[in-house]
T-cell receptor, first 113, second 109 residues
Framework: GAVVSQHPSRVICKSGTSVKIECRSL??????MFWYRQFPKKSLMLMAT?????????EQGVEKDKFLINHASLTLSTLTVTSAHPEDSSFYIC?????????FGPGTRLTVL | RKEVEQDPGPFNVPEGATVAFNCTYS??????FFWYRQDCRKEPKLLMS???SGNEDGRFTAQLNRASQYISLLIRDSKLSDSATYLC??????????FGTGTRLQVFP
């Protein structure tokens, strides 16, 4: 099946710093990637849709200036959490669409101290 | 009301048991339906799509009732390795997936 990677798998940072998470589709090209966030015991929630070569589409309530998304190529999308705070601590998961299926990356666990 | 509702469980069943999970969705415009499996602290993985006619994949059977906006997953002959959280997922298009909070299954020896 299709493979999607994420890096880093885990990051711990101080409040106020920015964190960049990479999502790569390893064996296929993805014009569309998605960024989700999952808090403990909660549903995965779509944050934004990342479109190659154009601006991302953010879901209601997600601050585009805080969660910067760049989809520079057909195999790479990045999410930057700017000025992270403890309430941003969560499990961030990306996915890439291939045909009618979304393939998920392994996730990045962010802990902001 | 949540868009996708599931009983969080946990369902604790012995090996070999048959277990069923249910899910309801609120948006009648939903077009696609899936069951995903998520292991602890891991990403969700597609278990199976759900079709109107119902479909089976080995020990797993999924059914959809559009009139009642209800989806089910039946697992027969449960294995220890089936222990996970099962996520009901609906979509109005191929882009936006709406996830339920999941039903936790624990299979014991």
């Amino acid at each position: 099946g299709a493979v999607v990677s994420q890096h880093p798998s885990r990051v711990i940072c101080k409040s106020g710093t920015s964190v960049k998470i990479e999502c790569r589709s390893l064996d296929f090209q993805a014009t569309t990637m998605f960024w989700y966030r999952q808090f403990p015991k909660k549903s995965l929630m779509l944050m934004a849709t990342s479109n190659e070569g154009s601006k991302a589409t953010y879901e209601q309530g997600v601050e585009k200036d805080k969660f910067l998304i760049n989809h520079a190529s057909l195999t790479l999308s990045t999410l930057t959490v700017t000025s992270a705070h403890p309430e941003d601590s969560s499990f961030y998961i990306c996915s890439a669409a291939r045909l009618d299926t979304q393939y998920f990356g392994p996730g990045t666990r962010l802990t902001v101290l | 009301r949540k868009e996708v509702e599931q009983d969080p469980g946990p369902f604790n069943v012995p090996e070999g048991a048959t277990v069923a999970f249910n899910c309801t969705y609120s948006n009648s415009a939903s077009q696609s339906f899936f069951w995903y499996r998520q292991d602890c602290r891991k990403e969700p993985k597609l278990l199976m799509s759900v079709y109107s006619s119902g479909n089976e994949d080995g020990r797993f059977t999924a059914q959809l009732n559009r009139a009642s906006q209800y989806i089910s997953l039946l697992i027969r002959d449960s294995k220890l390795s089936d222990s996970a959280t099962y996520l009901c997922v609906v979509s109005q298009n191929t882009d936006k997936l709406i996830f339920g909070t999941g039903t936790r299954l624990q299979v014991f020896p």
